[in-house]
């Protein structure tokens, strides 16, 4: 596993995903265990983006539910359920949701009422999601499609070792 990521302060959002989206992999390797990553991958987006939250749900098949993982910041909703709130509409979507003022949209599951904008990306293997990477904003309007794309090698990455993880 890296121990230091490369990140200059004062950049840009968008040129510290394309800094991020280069070391990710170095990030994982050779650490094989899921919590692991997804408690460092956690760590990361917050120290270098500071937001309010950050972290995942992971899919359980038998109670078909999100179960809180891993994540940075204050105490969380530790399930999430079909149908109810952003995290759920990544999960049963199967796409990414930006949400530029979470009091507008239709359901939201009230975590934290700092909570002022949210971005979700689903975590896919074979097509079924098994986890999202939920990260929330004490600002209105802070994510864009651009935010989503940034972290789509972040999640990619976990895609594709998420069946050797354990």
């Not at 199967?94 to 971005?119: N, R, Y």
């Not at 904003?137 to 594709?160: H, I, Q, W, Y």
Request: aromatic fraction near 10%.
């Amino acid at each position: 596993m890296g121990q230091n990521l490369h990140m200059t302060s004062g950049e840009t959002r968008e040129s510290q995903y394309e800094a991020l989206s280069r070391q990710w992999p170095a990030l994982f390797m050779g650490e094989t265990n899921r919590t692991a990553n997804l408690a460092n991958a956690a760590a990361v987006l917050m120290s270098a983006f500071g937001w309010h939250w950050v972290g995942f749900y992971l899919v359980d098949f038998e109670s078909d539910e999100l179960v809180l993982g891993p994540f940075q910041g204050p105490l969380a909703c530790t399930r999430l359920f079909h149908g109810k709130g952003v995290c759920a509409a990544a999960w049963d979507t199967k796409l990414a949701q930006v949400v530029a003022d979470v009091e507008a949209f239709p359901g939201h599951v009230v975590c934290s009422s700092k909570t002022k904008s949210e971005l979700v990306l689903p975590i896919l293997v074979d097509d079924d999601v098994v986890a999202v990477l939920d990260i929330d904003s004490d600002e209105r309007n802070d994510f864009t499609k651009m935010d989503a794309a940034g972290l789509r090698p972040l999640v990619d990455c976990l895609s594709e070792n998420w069946i050797e993880w354990k």
